[in-house]
């Protein structure tokens, strides 16, 4: 019964996909981001810049490296020791079935055409993104700034990896693996690929566009503050309260197994982000190393203000919540890394630590919500902090937009609207779609382990292994 409903919910779903990708609202008009690839064919192909696209090659392979190993160790570090496999296991699948979920449609429908609210068919299975004969020779379609599509497409994807497995924290160590499987699917195809195509493809929450005016003009967000973090933040949230607290949640301790996986993992995500923020720039320029600088100073802020608020608080620093304020650091200065001086971004690091502190202990315990491995208090919080604080610290010093307008409150812009605008949007959307999905794969499949293969450990009753084996 149980293979059979999942034949069902993939069967509607794959119906559903291939009824959008060919009615009208997915027309096949040309992609803003990719509109030069006609005219290169037309006239003088474009050439390669072989500097930018080794940068963003290197850049891809760092946000790859944030997945796993980062965001693996990260997280099986905070589980039990009985669920250390399962947490990497959702990591490492992800890797590799996003990655499938991409090239066959989502780069179509993030970045495909020019419609303001879905992408179109252009891009279905790697069609106008692979190298193409024309004439007798081999064409690369490239997008107009110097890297072909392919790169792009590459880059991109990366994110569309590690978002879902953000949101696998809040559900850690109950929820079942095959209804993970199905779950991200659709959100990757449902949530995240309309929220990209309305941020980043010129869409309705794209800073300065027309269609903009349904979000107060639109938001900045570099690399990925309501795109990845709120998104996935939020997300988190709806299916910590939908699938459950843990079994003794609040009765009995549960403490991260092995810290010094996470402390390493921290650690590479630190160093992957670099590839995360600046690469978002797509070029090896001037803001792309502004952009550097403010993500290597958010983190670093990030880490300070924690382990400074327990210090305070608690009476002594832990390496748990260093490692936790540096990723809160990083988070908040993703949307405003290339818009922002460096300085900023030590502000902006320092607001996220502390802020991010209230979030995963007072406010995650006056509303009792089982938020794991704090997937929401850090990703959803912090994402949050950052969109807002990129409306006041955006400065035409760093990226001057086109009609020279100032931008953050810091130079008497209004691009503040936006951001709140653009983030009450994204809070909803992923909100309200989150929980139709979850509510759904219950009835379909069952969210949630049972009592028994909970404690007995998601490694076990999901995989068939054990993280460590005593002899």
């Not at 993939?10 to 997915?26: D, Q, R, Y």
């Not at 320029?285 to 305070?312: K, N, R, Y």
């Not at 919080?381 to 400065?395: N, R, S």
Request: hydrophobic share 50%; net charge negative; aromatic share 10%.
């Amino acid at each position: 019964m149980a293979c059979s409903c999942r034949f069902l919910v993939l069967g509607l779903f794959s119906a559903a996909i291939w009824s959008a990708c060919t009615s009208g609202v997915l027309a096949d008009e040309p992609s803003p981001t990719t509109e030069p690839i006609a005219e290169a064919a037309a006239e003088t192909p474009e050439e390669v810049s072989r500097g930018d696209n080794a940068w963003m090659l290197t850049c891809s392979a760092l946000v790859l490296f944030m997945t796993a190993p980062g965001l693996a160790l990260f997280y099986s570090g905070l589980v039990r020791k009985k669920n250390v496999v399962g947490v990497m296991m959702q990591c490492v699948f992800l890797m590799a079935l996003m990655t499938v979920v991409w090239a066959l449609w989502g780069y179509s429908l993030a970045f495909g055409g020019s419609n303001p609210w879905i992408g179109n068919t252009e891009f279905l299975a790697m069609d106008h993104v692979q190298s193409q004969w024309v004439d007798g020779h081999p064409q690369v379609p490239m997008t107009g700034g110097g890297i072909p599509v392919l790169t792009h497409m590459l880059f991109q994807g990366m994110f569309f990896i590690i978002t879902p497995a953000l949101i696998c924290g809040a559900f850690a160590e109950r929820m079942k693996f095959s209804t993970m499987v199905v779950f991200m699917v659709l959100w990757g195809t449902l949530v995240y690929c309309p929220l990209c195509h309305w941020v980043w493809d010129g869409g309705i929450l794209a800073f300065g566009k027309p269609c903009a005016s349904i979000s107060a003009g639109g938001a900045l967000d570099f690399a990925g503050g309501t795109v990845v973090h709120i998104s996935s933040g939020v997300s988190a949230l709806i299916c910590a309260l939908v699938i459950g607290k843990r079994l003794g949640f609040g009765q009995e301790p549960m403490p991260p197994h092995n810290l010094t996986y996470t402390a390493m993992g921290a650690a590479m995500l630190w160093v992957g982000w670099f590839g995360f923020n600046a690469g978002s720039q797509l070029s090896a320029d001037g803001v792309a190393a502004s952009a550097f600088a403010v993500t290597h100073f958010g983190a670093a802020a990030g880490a300070l203000g924690w382990a400074a608020m327990e210090w305070i608080t608690r009476g002594k620093p832990s390496i748990l919540g260093t490692c936790s304020g540096l990723v809160a650091g990083l988070v908040c200065v993703t949307p405003a890394a290339g818009f922002v001086q460096p300085t900023s971004g030590l502000i902006m690091g320092l607001a996220a630590g502390i802020f991010c502190f209230y979030t995963c202990t007072t406010m995650k315990r006056v509303f009792g919500y089982d938020d794991s491995l704090d997937a929401f208090g850090i990703h959803g919080m912090g994402g949050t902090l950052g969109a807002i604080l990129t409306g006041v610290f955006a400065t035409r010093a760093v990226t001057d937009m086109a009609d020279g307008s100032p931008l953050g409150l810091i130079e008497n812009g209004t691009v503040i609207f936006g951001q709140i605008a653009a983030t009450a949007i994204t809070w909803v959307v992923a909100g309200v779609a989150t929980f139709m999905l979850l509510k759904i794969l219950d009835a379909t499949m069952g969210l949630r382990v049972s009592e028994v293969d909970e404690v007995r450990g998601l490694d076990l009753s999901q995989h068939g292994e054990e993280g460590y084996i005593y002899i």
